[in-house]
């Protein structure tokens, strides 16, 4: 039943041919958002600043909690004393914690049911602010020093906080808070990639395999400004800065696919305006419209982007245009806009590889976890 009102929601987002959609929509600014209420039928700052007390035996007890938290466990203490965990984290109360999939499931819940209740942000939901989070926390990863990723949730911290391509995150941080507040035991760089995974999930795309196991760093391992990409520029810099991570021209289309999702703020980029007409449905629209609309230079005051001619309520950066004017890139356009099947399924694959980057892991690729969407 799940699966047939996935379908059912992304089927309804594009019943009618993309270029009916826009004709129909042009007098309404153009822009289609499916309603809340029908997907929720269809289918249903900081790290804690702890004073503890140094000595030597506060040494022995930070080495051994450090190297059971590498192990999946939990070392809880504040100010030199264990403190009890809150509702949600198994009821233990005291001590190790080793959390188990039904731990995460429920932190998943958790942020799914955020995700129903809170509407009040731009589209409708904060889905779409929760996969950028994710995405940016990881796409920081540097292969040749093994450096940034999603392992420290670094972002937490200024100067990385306040790049610019992280504009406007703290909504999607601050929206994360009180599921932290109520799961204490989860890092918040498990629970930032954790937030990504549920919010695609939960507006309707693929099933994402996640697995735990990312430790909290501190200020000094901020990444350097300009390792995410810039959407001003072309197919050069796409590659310069996801070679850099290890992604390859099939990869770097496929993550470009979510930009099916949310929209560009004024504020925030300088962009403006939604890539597809339904910014809260993960769906491979955003390929077909890079291939079936007509794209002009959007004449107005920021900066450069493109605008559609048919309702003019769209946009797509120069970064966008660049996998249709670059062939390689291209080839892999046109096989998602055929087949939304294929783009979920390779989408799925480099998402986890995105959220992996540069993870040290004690678990293995077998101990995934595939959490559920809420019924």
């Not at 042009?26 to 209420?37: D, S």
Request: proline share 5%; net charge neutral.
């Amino acid at each position: 039943m799940a699966t047939a009102a996935k379908s059912f929601a992304r089927v309804a987002a594009r019943s009618a041919p993309l270029t009916s959609s826009i004709r129909n929509t042009a007098t309404h600014n153009a822009r289609f958002v499916i309603p809340r209420q029908a997907i929720r039928s269809s289918r249903r700052e900081y790290a804690s600043d702890s004073n503890v007390k140094t000595s030597s035996m506060g040494l022995y007890w930070g080495i051994g909690a450090a190297a059971l938290a590498g192990a999946g466990g939990y070392f809880f203490y504040n100010n030199g004393g264990v403190t009890n965990l809150k509702e949600g984290s198994a009821r233990e109360t005291r001590g190790i914690f080793t959390p188990t999939k039904e731990d995460y499931q429920k932190v998943y819940n958790e942020i799914a049911r955020r995700l129903d209740e809170r509407d009040d942000y731009d589209d409708g939901s904060f889905g779409p602010v929760l996969v950028r989070l994710a995405w940016h926390c990881s796409g920081t990863y540097d292969k040749e020093t093994n450096t940034g990723g999603s392992n420290g949730a670094t972002m937490r911290f200024a100067p990385e906080k306040d790049h610019g391509a992280n504009a406007g995150l703290h909504a999607a941080q601050d929206f994360m808070e009180p599921v932290h507040e109520k799961f204490p035991w989860i890092t918040y760089s498990d629970l930032w990639t954790l937030g990504g995974v549920c919010a695609i999930q939960e507006m309707q795309g693929p099933t994402i395999p996640w697995r735990p196991g990312r430790m909290d760093r501190d200020i000094s391992m901020c990444t350097p400004d300009g390792r995410l990409p810039d959407g001003a520029k072309e197919q050069k810099h796409l590659r310069a800065i996801f070679g850099r991570m290890g992604f390859d021209d099939r990869e770097i289309v496929a993550l470009s696919g979510a930009h099916a999702l949310g929209r560009c703020h004024t504020d925030r980029s300088g962009f403006e305006g939604p890539w597809t007409f339904s910014p809260t449905v993960m769906s491979n629209d955003y390929y077909r419209l890079l291939l079936g609309e007509k794209w002009n230079v959007r004449k107005w005051n920021g900066p450069k982007q493109f605008q559609d001619m048919t309702s003019k309520s769209l946009m797509m950066l120069p970064t966008d245009m660049a996998l249709v004017q670059d062939k390689e890139f291209k080839k892999h356009v046109e096989r998602y806009a055929k087949d939304d099947q294929v783009f979920f399924a390779e989408f799925r694959d480099v998402m986890v590889k995105l959220l992996e980057l540069g993870v040290p892991f004690q678990s293995k690729e077998e101990d995934r976890l595939t959490l559920q969407p809420l019924a």
